[in-house]
Nanobody, 123 residues
């Protein structure tokens, strides 16, 4: 049974950077496509980055394109999200998720959600 756990959240000043990690267990390292989501109060849950099982296919939401970088290291069973040029609009709970296929309907096939890690950006 696949499980994912996020880490790396915290408080950062506007303009700063933060790196999040998501560790996968209970499955082969390359068995799942993965994604980062975020959910802020008063806003819809947003998929901000998606990566296939090998890292050859990547997609970003327009809100983070050019500032955030998703990557994965299957040898370490870990997915990463490097966040640069952070602003107050990036404040949210960040979640990682695993699914068997890289697909627009990622949410319909999610097999594991992390508990979330809070990112707070001070203005």
């Amino acid at each position: 049974q696949v499980q994912v756990v996020e880490s790396g959240g915290g408080l950062v000043q506007a303009g700063g950077s933060l790196s999040l990690s998501c560790t996968v267990s209970g499955a082969a390292s390359d068995a799942y496509a993965m994604a980062w989501f975020r959910h802020a109060p008063g806003k819809e849950r947003e998929r901000i980055a998606l990566i296939n099982r090998t890292g050859s296919l990547i997609d970003y939401a327009d809100s983070v394109k050019g500032r955030f970088t998703i990557s994965r290291d299957n040898a370490k069973n870990t997915m990463y999200l490097q966040m640069n040029s952070l602003n107050a609009d990036d404040t949210a709970m960040y979640y990682c998720a695993a699914a068997p296929f890289y697909h627009e309907l990622f949410l319909n096939q999610v097999k594991a959600w992390g508990q979330g890690t809070q990112v707070t950006v001070s203005s």
